[in-house]
């Protein structure tokens, strides 16, 4: 099987679940017998790309002529973008290959591909349910996303959670063409010592705006924090706290134990490990990858019983009412403060775990592309 894999996601993040997603499952598929990856792409920021087994000779020749540019001053990004647009064009209409993978949303290459087939990965329909939280470009990409839904070969979501998004929302789309496949979890371990970490914290990790509910989370916890001065919340990435975050921490006297910390890739298990619990406030995920996260490296689980998170944490996440501050406030302080029921999570985390990895990943894609390969 010859694949062409869209590159538009390696243009659009240098970091992301979805960028990670593409890397992790082609790093496996193209090791197989018989399985042969192009990815038209001259050069990339993408720190996942760029450190795979993806990256071909020719890529590496590019990006070190780029960065020979950079040090003499010589700009070199448009002719970068014209490059890997004529190169992509180029391949889609060679039609030299069985299968095309669009890694986002983009419908630029249906006027190129005919009747080639091809498969759409659907990660949520966040977009759909939260308008509100994408003024500026929820309208192109819901639109590009629906149309590609319907064009598309076979489709996979993420979770079944995702799934029955799609057929709520659009339900002329044959769900016949709809394969579940869940990701799996790419957190790397590290020996470090990160020496300002607190003794006891709660975690909070990744973007905290809109519908990932930071402000209800420090709504629901401020008066736990302020009678345990003990006790911190740390934000593990996402950026420094915007003027709002500051006004709403500082309205509880919290500027010491509520605090914004960046990492390295390599870090973030020790995060992890040394909380006394991660909490994942989110209104929806598609899937949750911090969740595996968290469990893989034996720290409980504290998320609300709704969206894709009950297929993800199963009866290993301590689950607490939607938009129920108090419940909230309640299950964190119980796991807080229970050595006992926090061994027990720890366990039943790790055994959930298992049930979530690329292998199995890439194993059940490959299913779905023959599906669409052989579909007659």
Known sequence: ???????????LQKYGGISRYYTELFSILSKKNNFKLIVPLYSTTNIYYKQ??????????????????????????????????????????????????????NPYFLEYI????????????????????????????????????????????????????IIKIYPHIDSSKIDVVYHGCSIKFSNKIIDSLPLNYILFVGKRENYKNFIFL????????????????????GGEFNTKENQLVC??????????????????????????????????????????????????????????FPEVAGDAG??????????????????????????DYLVKGLEQVKKFCWGKAAKECLIVYEKACYKN
């Open 318 to 343: 301590v689950y607490y009412e939607l938009n129920n501050s108090k419940d909230l406030k309640d299950k964190i302080e119980m796991v807080v403060k229970d050595e006992s029921l926090r061994n």
């Open 114 to 165: 005919d009747s080639k087939p091809f498969v759409l990965t659907i990660y949520d329909m966040i977009h759909e349910l939260f308008p509100e939280y994408f003024i500026n470009d929820r309208l192109n990409v819901v639109m590009n996303k629906k149309y590609l839904m319907e064009k598309a070969t076979r489709i996979i979501a993420v979770s079944n959670n995702t799934k029955n998004d």
């Open 251 to 308: 309205k509880f006297g919290l500027e010491n134990q509520i605090i914004q910390k960046n990492f390295e890739e390599d870090e973030l298990s020790i995060y992890y490990k040394n909380a006394k619990c991660f909490v994942f406030p989110s209104l929806y995920e598609g899937f949750g990858i911090p969740v595996l996260e968290s469990m893989t490296c034996g720290c409980p689980v504290v998320l609300a019983n709704h969206s894709s």
């Open 218 to 237: 420090v709504n629901s916890i401020a008066d736990l924090l302020i009678h345990n001065s003990n006790l911190y919340l740390i934000c593990a990435g």
């Open 1 to 11: 099987m010859k694949i062409l894999l869209d590159p538009q996601i390696f243009f």
């Open 52 to 105: 795979s087994i993806l990256v071909t000779f020719k890529q590496k020749t590019y990006s070190f002529y780029i960065r020979t540019l950079s040090k003499l001053r010589i700009r070199h990004k448009e002719n970068t973008i014209v490059r890997n647009e004529i190169y992509l064009k180029n391949l889609i209409c060679k039609k030299e290959y069985d299968l095309f993978i669009p890694t986002y949303y």
